[in-house]
């Protein structure tokens, strides 16, 4: 139907659909079958079986999820480049904390590192940022700087990502969705013919359920504070110690760069996505749930 769009992600598992008329936003995760029980490794090195050149791009903003995969990438000999974004906004730098981190991580573990310089007034009061999102309806503005990166990219390109947003959480709890905002990755990379994968974490139901089960071992073994992201994922993916977390923008005055109006004019123009998730049986099993959609994040 004209009014739906409907598209797969990830190795396929993952099927999408949007409904124009009812702004209503649908992920359903599929069962497949997989081979039980392998290392992550394994997992991600079929995720990248098929890449189109031998030296992969890694999006890396200094976060947890994509230096997992560097530490992959590392233990594994395969020739990756980070691509990390250094935020301005009148000559700031906005993500300092983050460039500390991959500065460092690609220091130590002789990695290129590709900076590019992205002058935030460029990109929003320009309105370029409408170009990049308005397409597929996106309401955050920062998205359109992911955008703006992945048209940097030269050889095939890598997102950290994140699992599906299916988690235990305390009692008979379950967290999610996945928002559209986050989901529209691999339709801009598609759009732009950019092969590349635009969530490594979640490629897989296979991948997707290893990292599902960390969630739970890790929420339900350790003290109250570990369960907010980041203390939890540095638990799951056995760092030292935990990270403080800063994606830049949210340090930004409003007086300088005012993302809650450019969030304001991309609502007007997509409205408000209601967002909903479904999953199967083995993902069910994980969460011992009877239930199997949600549509909010309690």
């Given amino acids: 139907m004209d009014n739906i769009l409907s598209w797969a992600s990830g190795d396929g598992f993952i099927k999408r659909s949007l409904n124009y008329t009812t702004n209503e936003f649908l992920t359903e995760l599929t069962d497949n079958e997989f081979e039980p029980n392998r290392d992550i490794d394994a997992i991600f090195s079929s995720h990248l079986e098929k890449r189109q050149t031998n030296t992969i791009d890694l999006l890396y ?34 993500n300092v904390v983050d460039l500390y981190y991959s500065e460092k991580f690609c220091r130590e573990n002789n990695i290129k590192q590709h900076l590019f310089h ?65 989901c529209c990755h691999d339709r801009f990379m598609a759009d732009k013919n950019i092969p590349g994968i635009s969530n490594m974490i979640g490629h897989s139901l296979e991948s997707s359920c290893y990292f599902i089960k960390k ?57 408000t996505i209601k967002n909903k998730i479904k999953w199967g049986n083995k993902i069910g099993d994980i969460l011992q749930s009877n239930t199997n959609e949600n549509s909010s994040f309690t």
Avoid at 169 to 176: A, D, G, P, Q, T
Wanted: proline share 6%; aromatic share 14%.
């Fill in 61 to 94: 903003s200094g976060g947890l999820d994509s230096e997992l995969v560097l530490m992959f990438c590392i233990r594994n000999k395969i020739p990756v480049n980070a691509i990390t974004m250094v935020i301005k906004v009148k000559g700031a730098i906005l």
């Fill in 118 to 182: 992205l002058d935030a007034e460029d990109i929003f009061h320009n309105e370029a940022y409408i170009d990049y999102l308005v397409p597929y309806q996106i309401t955050d503005p920062h998205f359109a700087s992911h955008f703006w990166l992945l048209e940097k990219c030269q050889n095939f390109p890598v997102i950290g990502g994140d699992w599906p947003w299916v988690h235990a959480h305390k009692v008979n709890k379950i967290l999610s969705p996945f928002r559209i905002d986050v």
């Fill in 215 to 271: 969630h739970i071992d890790n929420y339900e073994t350790g003290s109250d504070h570990y369960h907010t992201v980041p203390f939890l994922k540095y638990k799951m993916y056995q760092y030292d110690k935990p990270r403080i977390r800063s994606y830049g923008w949210e340090t930004c005055p409003a007086q300088l760069l005012d993302l809650k109006n450019y969030k304001s004019i991309l609502l007007e123009r997509v409205g």
